[in-house]
């Protein structure tokens, strides 16, 4: 300003002109603002909400570092520029689970046309974003806002390296930072010490390290001041090894302090381990893999026998040298990019973790896989195929939380988190089943903490790798053979694949389909025994490689079958838990996609991680596609943006196991009393399913049950439901339940669910009607019958008709009474008639016992009594008649008088 000329900036500094550069964050550089404020949440619950004053970016060196909850944190820098300019910066923004955004405003709280305030993740690597700035004042705002319903908090966001040019002037140089140098005067970019050098802070050159150590070249600050490290030399042609050691630098600490350990001796020459199966060893000191055809146990290659085939893939258990797939490298999040040396070393029995820079380093190894080769079986089936296998046994040695990450890569892309262990780990083995044939990167990154601290503390705790296993690599070696198929008789020695569906018969070498309603569980399948049977209610696809439901089910019970047709409820449908809060009050709540039966196999629901990437057009979310799979929803209102969130997709059910009205199927219970079925008379159909992807709790994978009930009052969808006393669907986060109420999970309707309603007779006619037994517990299947119209009798025709017969068979029965009365008195007048003349002398005549009667009086004409009869009496007295005697007379009988003389009864 004195002079009113500009300066050149001495060796060792530089300087950006009309920009400035903000590249050292031990305290809160000038001009910045740092800012908390409380999350603002809809149908908060709470009374209180945790206090948010901590909850500020921090400053960490080289860097400052995001808040890990969910407060949300604002950092603030105001700047006035006489001439359009730009800002600059690189952010690290490993993890989903916090939101970043970036934005400007004027000086009138106005926003700035940009394409997008939303940062995308950065997965393991820095990024940089430029944006305009108009002349006049700007505010920039970065803010971040964590969320994570996980035990374990989330990684936080670091920003470094903030460039604004327009600015009116500089006023002072910058000196280079550490690894950096600038040897000439007025320069604006220091340069960047080349390899096995280092500097300190303005630096005018760099320094080499000695014969014994090494460095990488690096770029930023405090990264190279004297970054030398031990070296390990490998075999020699002699087939030996020697193990040599020096102090890691800097030197922090004393060896000639009373109890110190001392640097050991450089160690003596032993010989180098054997080679990985599938290699043989050449000058004693280089394993090369074996020829395509042969095997090897790590000595010598040995060709496979007639009517066998090599199986592929790579097998590592010795580590003398790093393998050639394989790299290393270290991520130090607080210094520097990714370093090329240095990383996981090898021990002969295992590869182990190296020291690093601090002990928040990222200690990474890498195995970069080109392509698989599974068997033509399994290549033209596009669901629930087994591509190959990965399989690992590790240890962890740790005083405090330090953790390992697994994460897979395909095609090129930085691979996610497929599983990380904390703390101290003993000896395990740990599977991945791979499913897409492309290029795959396997990795695996150990940090010994990730709280910072200049300190280190935990060198000593290491992680260790003891063997890789992948299989079905491609180009990849032997270790054994197996018996294949062979080919025609032209080239009967040739091996051949069996077609899909197919299984290898060891005696024969010949190809066999499987039976029907079996898939092939293997690989190598050899033997009818690879054939597995179908679960109940499932059939196998055409192909053999997957069992499936069609949506229909039928079991039988009391003597009758019940049909269902779960059709309606094919496509994929959703269903959200109850909303919780973490501690600071953030809403969220789980969402579950269900394509029941899916497409022959073809899964059908799919879940979105799109926490960061929805907010960028043209972005790809990631998705996982299942049966059943889980997403954490976070209201979006929160975040200042009207569209769903939605991140940490898992899936709960890659295998449907099978359909079945019992409880307990492959080892996967779906208890009575968690749906309890109340006055439902009909059996609940349960879906069993299983997740192949295993986690450190859930060793065998996930399971999941869906119970379809019927319930006639819930149409359309019906409704889905978790247990009471397990709102997100699982009590112990492995077996998830569910409950699907609808109207669609009824049985089809059958001749047992109606029954008939017949009318009065009326004139004659009488209608019959059809109605459902109630309440209606089916659906589709039958329909209702027509109502019948029959002719009827009505009731007073038939009483006419009983009262016609009643009085003709009362007629006749006194008709009948009277005819054999009558013939009872003749009979009677016969035997009296006897009985007197038995009483005679015999040959004489009976003496008279009658009148005469008179010459034309008729014989037949009933006697006259002077005695008053009764009605009863006269109708006996005209049926009664006169017993006429043989000389054609009639005579009466006489009644003898009490002296012995006969009076005629006139």
């Known amino acids: 300003m004195k002079e009113q000329m500009c300066k050149q900036c001495a060796t060792g500094t530089y300087s950006l002109g009309t920009g400035v550069r903000i590249d050292e964050w031990d ?20 009374d209180s909400v945790e206090n948010c004053t901590m909850s500020k ?22 700047v006035s520029l006489k001439q359009s300019g730009t800002v600059s910066f690189e952010y690290f923004y490993p993890d989903p689970n916090i939101y970043f955004e970036f934005y400007i405003q004027n000086d009138q709280c106005q926003a700035a046309d940009v394409d997008s305030r939303w940062m995308k993740v950065t997965e393991n690597e820095w990024q940089t974003n430029s944006v305009q700035l108009n002349r006049g004042n700007n505010v920039l705002y970065w803010k971040t806002t964590a969320f994570s319903v996980k035990a374990k908090l989330p990684k936080p966001v670091l920003l470094r390296n903030i460039m604004i040019t327009g600015v009116a002037y500089t006023s002072e140089c910058f000196p280079c930072n550490p690894g950096t140098y600038a040897s000439n005067p007025g320069t604006s970019v220091c340069s960047i010490c080349p390899r096995n050098t280092f500097t300190s802070k303005g630096a005018t050159g760099c320094q080499e390290c000695s014969k014994e150590q090494y460095s990488e070249k690096r770029i930023f600050r405090k990264m190279a001041s004297s970054s030398c490290y031990i070296k390990i030399k490998p075999c020699n042609t002699d087939g030996q090894t020697q193990r040599m050691y020096k102090w890691t630098e800097p030197k922090i600490c004393s060896e000639d302090t009373e109890g110190a350990v001392k640097l050991p001796a450089s160690g003596t020459k032993t010989p180098c381990p054997p080679c990985n199966p599938g290699y043989f060893q050449i000058n004693s000191s280089v394993c090369e893999p074996c020829p395509y055809g042969s ?9 496979c026998p007639a009517g066998t085939e090599p199986i592929l893939g790579l097998e590592y258990k010795w580590w003398n040298v790093l393998p050639s797939d394989m790299e290393t490298s270290i991520l130090n999040v607080e210094k520097d990019e990714y370093e090329k040396t240095g990383g996981w070393v090898v021990a002969e029995d295992h590869i182990f973790s190296g020291a690093g820079s601090s002990d928040r380093d990222y200690i990474i190894l890498t195995l970069n896989i080109a392509g698989f080769r599974p068997p033509q079986s399994i290549t033209q089936v596009s669901e629930n195929r087994e591509i190959g296998q990965l399989s690992f046994v590790f240890e962890m040695l740790c005083t405090e939380a330090c953790e390992l990450y697994f994460m897979v890569g395909m095609d090129g892309r930085s691979g996610g988190v497929v599983e990380s262990w904390v703390g101290q780990q003993d000896k395990q083995p740990y599977h991945y089943i791979i499913q897409r044939n492309s290029s795959v990167s396997f990795t695996w990154a150990f940090q010994r903490t990730s709280q910072h601290g200049t300190e280190r503390r935990f060198s000593g705790d290491i992680a260790k790798i003891y063997s890789v296993n992948v299989t079905n690599v491609m180009d990849g070696v032997s270790s054994y053979c197996l018996p294949c198929a062979l080919g025609s008789s032209d080239s009967s020695s040739l091996c051949t694949s069996c077609p899909p569906g197919n299984y290898i018969d060891k005696a024969s070498s010949s190809c066999f389909e499987c039976p029907v ?28 490689s997957l069992c499936y439901n069609d949506c229909k089910f039928i079991y039988k019970h009391d003597n009758r079958t019940f049909r269902y047709d779960f059709s309606a409820l094919k496509n994929a449908t959703s269903y959200s838990s109850a909303a919780s809060f973490t501690p600071k009050g953030l809403k969220y709540y789980r969402e579950f996609q269900i394509g029941l039966c899916g497409n022959k196999g073809t899964k059908l629901a799919t879940c979105i991680d799109n926490v960061t990437d929805i907010r960028i057009s043209g972005a790809d979310s990631k998705t996982v596609t299942s049966f059943i799979c889980q997403a954490t929803i976070v209201s979006s209102e929160v975040m200042g ?4 969130v939605s991140s940490q997709p898992v899936s709960l059910a890659d295998q449907l196991l099978g359909v079945s009205i019992q409880t307990v199927l492959n080892n996967i219970t ?18 069993f399913y299983r997740s192949t992807e295993t986690t450190q709790v859930c060793s065998t994978g996930r399971a999941t049950t869906i119970r379809m009930r019927c319930d006639p009052l819930k149409v359309g969808s019906g409704v889905i439901s978790a247990p009471s006393k397990c709102p997100e669907g699982t009590c112990d986060g492995c077996t998830f339940h569910f409950l699907w109420e609808s109207a669609e999970a009824c049985p089809l309707c059958t001749e047992m669910d109606f029954h008939e309603i017949a009318s009065a007779c009326i004139h004659g006619i009488q209608k019959t009607t059809y109605v459902w037994q109630q309440p209606k517990l089916c659906k589709d299947g039958i329909t209702l019958p027509e109502e019948t119209v029959g002719i009827c009798t009505t009731m007073d025709f038939w009483l006419k008709v009983g009262i016609a017969l009643g009085i003709c068979a009362a007629l006749l029965l006194i008709v009948i009474t009277c005819y054999f009365w009558k013939k ?4 009677e007048y016969k035997y009296s008639k006897l009985v007197i003349n038995a009483n005679m002398k015999e040959s004489e005549l009976p003496a008279a016992d009658s009148c005469a009667i008179m010459e034309g009086e008729d014989a037949e004409d009933d006697l006259i009594f002077l005695s008053k009869k009764t009605l009863f009496g006269k109708i006996k007295s005209f049926t009664s008649k006169a017993h006429r005697t043989s000389d054609g007379f009639d005579s009466v009988p006489l009644k003898p008088s009490s002296q012995g003389i006969t009076d005629m009864d006139l």
């Open 517 to 544: 309603n079996t898939y092939l569980e293997s690989h190598r399948p050899y033997g009818k025994q690879a054939c597995v049977s179908c679960g109940p209610g499932t059939k196998s696809n055409q192909v053999h």
């Open 295 to 303: 095997y090897s146990n790590g000595s010598v290659c040995t060709k």
């Open 670 to 687: 779906s208890p009575e009393k968690i749906f309890p079925r109340g006055n439902n008379v009909l059996r609940d159909v349960i879906f």
């Open 27 to 46: 305290e809160l550089p000038p001009g910045f603002a740092n800012m908390a404020t409380n999350l603002v949440s809809e149908d908060m619950n709470f």
């Open 641 to 644: 943006y009207k569209t769903v």
């Open 824 to 827: 009872n008195q003749k009979l």
């Open 57 to 78: 970016w921090v400053p960490m060196g080289d860097y400052i570092a995001s808040n890990r909850d969910e407060c949300t944190a604002t950092l603030v820098y105001a």
